[in-house]
């Protein structure tokens, strides 16, 4: 038997006389055969601020007049859907907050779960967290974390609005390349 396999035995031997044992605080994990891969996902987001169906509401606003809309910060759960249409097939939702966070050209904080409901990543979330200027033409926000099948998953997310309505509402499209295992 090779000594690699011998060696719990050994531990658990040695310990069942003082009970069972704590386990170690941290522990190394070495996963040598899961290779890392690189997805790329390709949706439409709709940011709906007007009428009664809105999904994207602003939430607060300084007490004090600011330059712009400085300070402003919206809540969404803003649906994501296969193609341009809002009513092509939904995909998941982006739910999350954007603020303006900047005295200057209009800039957001923007911090969101894409919670995708959708064929394998059903259930899976990526989070983006980044600076949104959004009449940019294309916005890069850093994909910094992720659930489900997204674990430890990194990369980025590119933004480019393909409609706004003089209401406000924008449909955006996202092109969002994933490092995940
Ligand atoms: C727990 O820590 C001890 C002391 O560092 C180490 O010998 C042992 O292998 C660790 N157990 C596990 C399961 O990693
Ligand atoms: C809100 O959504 C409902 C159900 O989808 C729809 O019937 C209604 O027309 C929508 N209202 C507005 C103002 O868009
Ligand atoms: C996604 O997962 C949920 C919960 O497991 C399930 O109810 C739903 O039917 C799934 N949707 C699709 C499109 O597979």
Same mark, same amino acid.
């Given at each position: 038997m090779p000594l690699l396999l011998l060696l719990p035995l050994l531990l658990l031997s040695s310990s069942a006389t003082h009970g069972r044992p704590a386990p170690n605080f941290s522990t190394g994990i070495v996963h040598a055969q899961q290779k890392q891969k690189l997805s790329h996902l390709h949706f439409y987001f709709h940011d709906i601020v007007s009428?009664?169906?809105?999904?994207a509401v602003p939430v607060a606003k300084p007490s004090t007049q600011t330059r712009?809309? %400085?300070g402003m910060i919206t809540v969404m759960d803003d649906p994501l859907t296969? $193609?341009?249409?809002?009513?092509?097939?939904p995909v998941g939702r982006a739910q999350g907050a954007y603020a303006v966070?900047?005295?200057?050209e209009l800039a957001f904080l923007q911090a969101m779960n894409m919670v995708f409901t959708e064929?394998?990543?059903?259930?899976s979330v990526l989070t983006v967290l980044g600076r949104n200027?959004? %009449?940019?033409e294309v916005r890069e926000m850093p994909v910094v974390g992720g659930s $489900?099948?997204?674990?430890?998953a990194r990369g980025y997310a590119l933004a480019h609005t393909i409609s706004l309505s003089s209401s406000g509402d924008a449909v955006v499209e996202y092109n969002v390349y994933v490092m995940h295992y």
């Open positions: 009428g009664r169906n809105a999904t712009a809309l %400085f296969e $193609g341009p249409e809002p009513t092509s097939k966070a900047s005295l200057g064929g394998k990543y059903n259930g200027t959004p %009449f940019h $489900g099948l997204f674990r430890f």
